[in-house]
């Protein structure tokens, strides 16, 4: 059983608030919005090198929705035949949910990408899908993790694994100038957004998912 708090949906909406907020600036192209995404490139220029870039691009690689996505579904796949069947699916769903929850938004505020790439790449840019993806899966997997390790040192190390890894993309996405500062920041918000609604959504439809489960398992023996 995943641990609640009670606020997952006020937590959820609040997320939900903030990108909202950030893809009205983005979409009016507000001088603050403006402001902080030159700020932040003028900063990655100063540390640019052909060895930072080789490896800002193979971070991309290991991010890349389609890596994050096939995580999710090992992880999923790995909680259902440990029994925690109703998990397995909550992480899934979840995943394959924020990812279309994520393409619409790209398709609503249709944010061109910035010039000068350094690796290209296609498509709107806010938010960013290798941050949403890599935020999403991050949470999902630490998230249910902790409810199920026992090791308090694991617990930490996970959670500090999680942390740098997300800062590490979000950083590599700018770098490349694949996105904005802003685009990462969007992706941020939204995953957050996305997991605190699932685990809402998770609470009211687990025991009779639990149930089903139980009673198809059953009917195989």
């Known amino acids: 059983m995943l641990q609640r708090t009670g606020n997952e949906t006020r937590l959820a909406w609040s997320f939900f608030g903030i990108f909202g907020i950030l893809a009205i600036l983005v979409m009016i192209n507000a001088s603050l919005i403006q ?3 030159n700020g932040v490139f003028n900063g990655l220029t100063l540390v640019a090198s052909p060895s930072l870039t080789s490896i800002f691009t193979l971070v991309a690689t290991l ?28 992480a899934i769903s979840t995943m394959f949910g924020g990812d279309v929850v994520a393409f619409i938004m790209k398709n609503i505020v249709r944010r061109a990408r ?3 790439q350094l690796v290209p790449d296609t498509g ?39 942390i740098i890894w997300v800062l590490i993309v979000m950083v590599s996405r700018v770098y490349l100038r694949d996105h904005y500062a802003t685009d990462t920041l969007g992706s941020v918000f939204l995953a957050s957004g996305c997991w605190y609604q699932a685990k809402a959504w998770y609470a009211r439809w687990q025991e009779k998912a639990q149930r089903l489960l139980n009673w198809s398992l059953r009917s195989r023996r």
């Open 35 to 37: 402001g902080l995404d």
């Open 63 to 90: 991010a890349s929705p389609a890596v994050t996505l096939v995580i999710a579904l090992i992880f999923s796949i790995g909680l259902y035949v440990t029994h925690h069947q109703t998990l397995g699916l909550l």
């Open 114 to 116: 910035p010039s000068q």
């Open 124 to 162: 709107f840019s806010f938010p960013s899908g290798h941050v949403f993806g890599t935020v999403l899966l991050v949470i999902i997997v630490v998230g249910i993790s902790l409810q199920l390790l026992s090791s308090q040192s694991l617990r930490v190390g996970l959670v500090f694994f999680g």
